[in-house]
T-cell receptor
Framework: DVKVTQSSRYLVKRTGEKVFLECVQD?????MFWYRQDPGLGLRLIYF???????EKGDIPEGYSVSREKKERFSLILESASTNQTSMYLC????????????FGSGTQLSVL | GQQVMQIPQYQHVQEGEDFTTYCNSS?????IQWYKQRPGGHPVFLIQ?????EVKKQKRLTFQFGEAKKNSSLHITATQTTDVGTYFC???????????FGAGTQVVVTP
């Protein structure tokens, strides 16, 4: 079975902490994505990577950075966590192309206190 | 930029009833995808529509792509409690594979 694995299901951090969310896929997909999901707002794209070391800002990149040193791993970094970054974070991957479907990880519910 | 809108945002359905959720794009789409997210779960791909006017069925779910390729619908017949969840539509935002998601329709089913 194909898999996108997120390192933590639940995470609690303090304001100002540096937070790393890790995502690994085993499908040799070129594309990887980080989304944020909040009630009533749907899925909002934070960052997108279409190749190793390549990244592109999504709709809401402020306060976030990403790292993709290896094809299978895509990390989301909150340099200094704030309470308004409390949310569900979803990682996804896909093959490259206009007609490809996304495979999502199980999500990380991050609470920033 | 491209916008994908879904209505309704929330749908309360009696078990056994039919309902439809709609997806509209501000631009013509090369394809549209539908995803389902169960409560506490993650979005899972359901189907992709590519051709103008295309209709596809998955058991009690019927998906349609508009003639102008700017809208789509999902119709569920004889709703069951297993249909509970949020249904998202998504259209391609670029040629690399980025998608623009609608805000989703949250479906609640009462027995």
């Amino acid at each position: 079975d194909v898999k996108v694995t997120q390192s933590s299901r639940y995470l609690v951090k303090r304001t100002g902490e540096k937070v790393f969310l890790e995502c690994v896929q085993d499908m040799d997909h070129e594309n990887m994505f980080w989304y944020r999901q909040d009630p009533g707002l749907g899925l909002r794209l934070i960052y997108f990577s279409y190749d190793v070391k390549m990244k592109e800002k999504g709709d809401i990149p402020e306060g976030y950075s990403v790292s993709r040193e290896k094809k299978e791993r895509f990390s989301l970094i909150l340099e200094s966590a704030s309470t308004n970054q409390t949310s569900m974070y979803l990682c996804a991957s896909s093959r490259q192309g206009r007609n490809e479907k996304l495979f999502f990880g199980s999500g990380t519910q991050l609470s920033v206190l | 930029g491209q916008q994908v809108m879904q209505i309704p945002q929330y749908q309360h359905v009696q078990e056994g009833e039919d309902f439809t959720t709609y997806c509209n794009s501000s631009t013509t789409l090369s394809n549209i995808q539908w995803y389902k997210q169960r409560p506490g779960g993650h979005p899972v791909f359901l189907i992709q529509l590519v051709k103008s006017g295309e209709v596809k069925k998955q058991k009690r779910l019927t998906f349609q792509f508009g003639e102008a390729k700017k809208n789509s619908s999902l119709h569920i017949t004889a709703t069951q409690t297993t249909d509970v969840g949020t249904y998202f539509c998504a259209g391609p935002a670029d040629s690399w594979g980025k998608l623009q998601f609608g805000a989703g329709t949250q479906v609640v089913v009462t027995p």
